[in-house]
């Protein structure tokens, strides 16, 4: 397997960012391991495609109360109703930080790379498929819950 830390920590990076300046919550790393697909563990997908200087998918997955508990972080007045209308969207604003932290650092390291709009995906309620690719998946825990983040990138 071919994954350089090159591909993997500024995404790594870019969350950290995002969780510490907009959430107010550290993420701390947790275990690293090798799987045979980016197909995420939790019902909760951000799906980011990579294409440049190296290509592949970035899926970042979180289970529905983390979900939940980010998206009252982000906007506190909501109820319980609006928030399980409304989690998607105050997720892609969270994803398309993470996104441009990302091509940020990318930038800055003089790697020419373009990352896709995120796609939040509830995965139990979809029919989306994660092509067999050798994946590299870590797990990022804070007060919100545990962040699976699966980079398959070559």
């Known amino acids: 397997m071919q994954i350089k830390a090159d591909f993997i ?3 790594l990076e870019a969350a950290t960012i995002v969780f510490r300046d907009v959430l107010q919550q550290d993420l701390i790393r947790g275990k690293i391991g090798i799987k045979d697909s980016p197909t995420p563990s939790h019902e909760i997908a951000i799906i980011i495609g990579v294409v440049g200087s190296f290509s592949g998918e970035v899926v970042y997955s979180m289970n529905l109360d983390a979900a939940y508990k980010v998206s009252r972080k982000l906007v506190p007045g909501l109820s319980d109703e609006d928030v399980k209308n409304e989690y998607k969207d105050i997720l892609g604003e969270i994803a398309n930080m993470t996104t441009g932290n990302a ?3 990318f930038t800055s390291a003089g790697q020419s790379v373009e990352i896709t709009t995120p796609n939040i995906q509830e995965t139990n309620n979809t029919s989306v498929r994660f092509n067999k690719k050798p994946t590299l998946s ?4 804070s007060k919100f819950g545990r962040i699976e983040v699966n980079v398959a990138i070559a």
């Open 138 to 141: 870590i797990n990022l825990y």
């Open 9 to 11: 920590n500024p995404f």
């Open 103 to 105: 091509m940020n650092i």
